[in-house]
């Protein structure tokens, strides 16, 4: 528990983080089978640069994506640090896989080996929203994740109550604001697959279309979905 307190208070030092952990015995297949726990930490995204966003990604949107991602992918390394010196097997899991690091499977399913949806909704910050967005308790959907894997080793961390259903009600706005139409509007919950309310496919050619026009840049990325969230714009502070 000293360990996990450590690990609280070095990402809780600032109020544009959240923190999660989760208990992922049995849940997951193959080389990551043997981790136990998975530690989520979300990253808040610049309020005024999601709100500018209207028609696709902004340049200033895609610019503090990157930069969130990198400040992420510090904290990985300063929380694995500590995972390390206390002797505990571990892996770090980035908020993005790059080009080069995806294999072919992702590009049969666009799914990685590890969701940090998955991770978030497990330790109890949030839910995943009609257009598939993870819709945190604290920032809505403007917020960035990443994970890390921990195998059952002698610790045991307390977790958070798994939420397994979606608090998203009637609301539609990200699905008629969905420029690529890639959702149903049909609700998430732990037994729904995402292919039953999200075209993943749809949402991709959209965001590269989307990103090659507004940003002259080779990248999935939109952003629209998030800004129009209501429950985004009731965090703000």
């Known amino acids: 528990m000293q360990l996990q307190q450590k690990i609280i208070d070095a990402i809780t030092i600032s109020p544009l983080y959240i923190i999660g952990f989760a208990d992922i015995e ?6 990551l089978k043997k981790y136990r726990y998975a530690i989520s930490i979300g990253r808040r995204l610049n ?4 709100d500018g966003i209207a028609n696709g990604p902004t340049k200033e949107y895609y610019a503090i994506y990157r930069e969130t991602n990198r400040e992420l992918e510090s904290k990985l390394i ?3 640090n500590l995972l390390e010196n206390s002797g505990l097997k571990h892996v770090l899991i980035k908020p993005t896989l790059e080009g080069n690091e995806l294999d072919e499977d992702y590009y049969k399913t666009l799914r990685t080996p590890f969701s940090h949806k998955m991770a978030a909704t497990r330790s109890g910050l949030g839910w995943i929203g009609k257009t598939d967005l993870l819709i ?20 045991e961390f307390a977790t958070g109550v798994p939420v397994s259903q979606s608090k998203c009600g009637e609301c539609n706005k990200c699905v008629i604001h969905c420029p690529a139409n890639a959702a149903t509007g049909k609700k ?3 037994q729904t697959d995402r292919d039953e309310f999200f075209n993943a496919y749809k ?6 279309e989307l990103a090659k026009n507004n940003l002259d840049a080779n990248a999935s990325i939109c952003g629209i ?13």
Do not use: H, T, Y
């Open 188 to 190: 998430w919950n732990v």
């Open 203 to 208: 949402c991709r050619e959209k965001c590269r």
């Open 136 to 155: 945190s308790k604290a920032f809505g959907p403007r917020v960035r994740f990443v994970s890390i894997l921990i195998e059952n080793d002698s610790i």
């Open 78 to 80: 300063e929380i694995g």
């Open 47 to 50: 309020d005024s640069i999601i």
């Open 26 to 31: 049995g849940l997951l297949d193959g080389r």
């Open 225 to 237: 979905c998030i800004s129009v969230c209501p429950i985004g714009k009731r965090q703000k502070k």
